[in-house]
Antibody, heavy 117, light 106 residues
Framework: QVQLVESGGGLVKPGGSLRLSCAAS????????MSWIRQAPGKGLEWVSY????????DYPDSVKGRFTISRDNAKNSLYLQMSSLRVEDTAVYYC??????????WGQGTLVTVSS | DIQMTQSPSSLSASVGDRVTITCRAS??????LHWYQQKPGKAPKLLIY???ALQSGVPSRFSGSGSGTEFTLTISSLQPEDFATYYC????????FGGGTKVEIK
């Protein structure tokens, strides 16, 4: 069955960096777009980034553009999100999800990122 | 960016009720509209994709309709496990989500 397992979250100071990982299994990872979506405490869902199956195309909303970088390693069935210049408002649960050029059909359980001094 | 507006933001309903949630797009998105259910502390779960297609394993009491700028999610007979927050999501352009509709027990 499809499994997505995020890791790498934690407490970081404003201006700091963090790298999230998502380990995928149960499907041909290299065939799918992948995405990161976040949810601030008590708030709604916000798309953070997506990457095409071959890494040829990525996109970000203005809120993270220039600070976050999505990448993938198809040989390792893994998705990554490098986050830098973190702000208090980046505090959220970060989910990886399968898809990005359409619907998001499977989601991981999420990893919490807390940005606080 | 395309803005997605859900209404209502919350509702109270009883088991067995028919529930309808609306999602409006700020510009036409054809049928690039999807619906998710999220329970507290859990990841969202895909219910409906491409406006009206039922995701595998989702009960048939869930249905979706609409195209262009106005869409609805209907639960034909609310069950205890359906109390949750529902989100719409458009993939016509840069992905955006609606603000959510919390369905609570009356």
């Amino acid at each position: 069955q499809v499994q997505l397992v995020e890791s790498g979250g934690g407490l970081v100071k404003p201006g700091g960096s963090l790298r999230l990982s998502c380990a995928a299994s149960g499907f041909p990872f290299s065939d799918y777009y992948m995405s990161w979506i976040r949810q601030a405490p008590g708030k709604g869902l916000e798309w953070v980034s997506y990457i095409s199956s071959t890494s040829s195309y990525t996109d970000y909303p203005d809120s993270v553009k220039g600070r976050f970088t999505i990448s993938r390693d198809n040989a390792k069935n893994s998705l990554y999100l490098q986050m830098s210049s973190l702000r208090v408002e980046d505090t959220a649960v970060y989910y990886c999800a399968r898809g990005g050029n359409g619907w998001l059909d499977f989601w991981g359980q999420g990893t919490l990122v807390t940005v606080s001094s | 960016d395309i803005q997605m507006t859900q209404s209502p933001s919350s509702l109270s309903a009883s088991v067995g009720d028919r529930v309808t949630i609306t999602c409006r797009a700020s510009q036409t998105i054809s049928r690039y509209l999807h619906w998710y259910q999220q329970k507290p502390g859990k990841a969202p779960k895909l219910l409906i994709y491409a406006a009206s297609a039922l995701q595998s394993g989702v009960p048939s009491r869930f249905s979706g309709s609409g195209s262009g700028t106005e869409f609805t999610l209907t639960i034909s007979s609310l069950q205890p496990e359906d109390f949750a927050t529902y989100y719409c999501h458009q993939s016509y352009s840069t992905l955006t989500f609606g603000g959510g509709t919390k369905v609570e027990i009356k």
